[in-house]
């Protein structure tokens, strides 16, 4: 078993409505959630007195909460910074609610072209925005996400050598790299002592669609394995993305894999059973 690890969740993949989140957390055994979107609107459209209401909910569920899954830095790299810069201050607010130290982000979807054109823009933001993290004593945790600047390793990189801290981590997201082209071991050595949350879920590169971890081209349980090996404790944070997922027949140890059709929840519970697997094995 991998000790030191515990698994969380994007909920709103089980479903919009923050009490069926509550309940299908507690069936699957989950302890934790990253929490997104909140009866079909993402958390930081709501007040810091709606956020406390939800934080009630989730207190009376027995559900903790490990990370914001915040939009923070998912827009134009040319789009105003300011506005922005401000709903990064309301989730660093609800954060605090929230009791979570981590919130997660990006940096900023690129135009066409050469992405080093922009790079002087990026870390002037990010600068400002780890500056701030640090002030609040949050952590700000990159995600590699398509498209933006931070999507492939080395920028990856780049950005962990300038800003990586108390208060500046990275997430590893598997699919997201193959997604991108991006050899997931090669991104793996090159980030391993920055990498302080796990994101769950596989890809192939064929045609880049989403599966169960360890069921495409992701290297998920090799990487969970040396993980587990240099002593990783943090979060596996399961995003499914199993929305378009169709073959179920092809899952070796599910228990859904007779079914003609799966709903939203099983999905989600598909994923969970994929990871689970993963780990009983390494």
């Not at 050595?189 to 192939?204: G, R």
């Amino acid at each position: 078993m991998f000790k030191g690890i515990t698994i969380s969740g994007f909920a709103d993949e089980l479903d919009e409505n923050i009490e069926k989140q509550i309940q299908g957390f507690q069936e699957l055994g989950i302890t934790h959630m990253e929490i997104r979107e909140v009866n079909g609107k993402n958390l930081l459209q709501y007040s810091l007195e709606e956020a406390k209401t939800f934080k009630e909910m989730l207190d009376a569920g027995g559900i903790k909460v490990s990370s914001i899954g915040s939009p923070i830095g998912k827009i134009k790299i040319t789009d105003a910074f300011e506005p922005h810069f401000e709903a990064f201050q309301h989730a660093v607010e609800i954060a605090k609610i929230m009791e979570t130290k981590y919130i997660r982000m990006f940096s900023f979807f690129m135009p066409e072209g050469d992405p080093a054109l922009y790079r002087d823009e990026v870390m002037r933001r990010l600068e400002r925005m780890a500056d701030y993290a640090c002030e609040r004593d949050v952590i700000l945790l990159h995600e590699n996400e398509k498209d933006i600047y931070g999507d492939i390793a080395p920028r990856c990189l780049d950005i962990m050598k300038n800003f990586y801290g108390d208060h500046f981590q990275a997430v590893f997201d598997f699919a997201n790299f193959v997604q991108c082209k991006q050899d997931t071991w090669e991104a793996y050595e090159m980030l391993e002592p920055y990498i302080a949350y796990v994101h769950i879920k596989d890809a192939l590169w064929k045609d880049r669609s989403v599966v169960p971890a360890g069921y495409g081209d992701g290297n998920v349980k090799k990487i969970l394995r040396v993980l587990k090996e240099k002593g990783y404790q943090g979060f596996l944070s399961l995003e499914p993305h199993l929305s378009e997922f169709e073959h179920f027949d092809q899952l070796e140890h599910s228990r859904f894999r007779e079914r003609e059709t799966v709903n939203r929840a099983e999905r989600f519970a598909v994923a969970h059973e994929a990871l689970t697997q993963i780990i009983e094995e390494i």
